[in-house]
């Protein structure tokens, strides 16, 4: 009786999945993936679609004005100074370029519009041309160049936009390129204009992609993806990002992103790179699989241990030795995860 209860291992049980979640993570950590959530590994596992949002995701979180030597002095600083009360990568060049140092007091953002305000009794909105009320200048500027994006500043019965550029993250085609690799299908979901998008999706070899989208279109493409049986992975950094990260099957966000998505968000990723991405990815799956392997393996010592211990076979000295044994073999599997190999479906 004292050799059955000795030799039960329910330990190796709990080792199986706990002991690889601290390997991974760490592991995680080290290639610069932060975990928010401590189930984040499996569902991750579990992806086969990733969702990113465009700007200060696929691309570089500090954005180029153009056009600024276009935008009167007095104005430019205006709209700096409101730009501050955003949270969105466009409306931070605008700040960094203007070098405003206070923002406006009482400024409103209207999530997927912009920024508004009111100065000396006149109203100021800085945000999408429509928000502003200048589409028409924004459509020449879009015409001269149809990759900029374009961020509109009104103030009273004035109008101006700020042509601001964009650049790719460095690595992101390779990371692209590594996800697809893996099984993973990706697509651009992006509120900006549709020229800006398809030259983004095409640099990187992305057939599926939607421009102007809201924050509502995102969670209903999300859910029209859930309905699918796809599970979904959505990468974004904005605050209008930030229910759509929460919608998703999993998220994740650069921390460069703003506080709200960073905290929605189930892992966070350092740096500029994009390999944290693919990174997550493959720890996760190597993760999970080895956490299946590990309670096998308990599972199976317990349905051969203890029945040769109800027989009699095996002295407590014994069954002490095989139960330690079975917990040291579920440690040393589980530091398999420090290392992971790319693991297709």
């Known amino acids: ?55 200060g995701t696929l691309t570089l979180p500090e954005l180029d004005v153009v056009n600024s030597a276009e935008i009167p002095g007095d104005l430019f600083e205006l709209a700096g100074r409101l730009a501050l009360a955003s949270h969105h990568p466009v409306a931070a060049a605008v700040a960094r370029a203007s070098g405003a140092k206070a923002p406006i007091a009482g400024a409103i953002e209207q999530p997927g519009q912009g920024v ?95 421009a102007g989208v809201t924050p509502a279109d995102k969670i209903a493409r999300i859910e029209d993806l859930k309905r699918q049986g796809s599970k979904v992975m959505m990468v974004g950094d904005g605050l209008n990002d930030a229910p759509a990260l929460a919608a998703a099957h999993v998220s994740m966000s650069p921390i460069s992103a703003a506080h709200l ?15 944290p991405v693919v990174a997550a990815v493959d720890y996760s799956r190597k993760a999970l699989a080895l956490m299946r392997e590990n309670l096998w393996l308990a599972i199976g010592y317990n349905f051969l241990a203890v029945p040769i211990a109800i027989a009699g076979l095996v002295t407590p000295l014994i069954a002490a030795v095989a139960m330690s044994g079975s917990s040291i073999l579920v440690m040393l599997n589980a530091l398999r995860a420090r290392n992971a190999t790319p693991r297709r479906p």
């Open 261 to 275: 998505s960073q905290a929605t968000a189930d892992l966070v990723f350092l740096g500029q790179p994009l390999a």
């Open 116 to 210: 508004r305000a009111f100065v000396d009794g006149v109203e100021i909105r800085l945000g999408r041309p429509s928000f502003c009320g200048a589409d028409r200048i924004a459509n020449d500027i879009l015409v001269r160049d149809p990759e900029v994006s374009a961020v509109a500043f009104s103030r009273g019965d004035e109008r101006h936009v700020f042509a601001v550029r964009q650049r790719l993250r460095p690595d992101a085609p390779a990371m692209i390129g590594a996800l697809q690799a893996r099984g993973i299908a990706t697509e651009i979901v992006s509120g900006d204009r549709e020229p800006a998008v398809r030259a983004a999706a095409q640099m990187l070899g992305i057939s599926e992609w939607r």
């Open 1 to 55: 009786a004292i050799a059955v209860l000795i030799i039960t291992c329910p330990c190796a049980l709990g080792l199986a999945t706990q002991r690889l979640r601290t390997v991974a993570s760490g592991a995680m950590f080290r290639a610069g993936v932060l975990l928010n959530a401590g189930d984040a590994i499996e569902r991750v596992a579990e992806i086969d679609r990733i969702i990113f949002d465009k700007t």
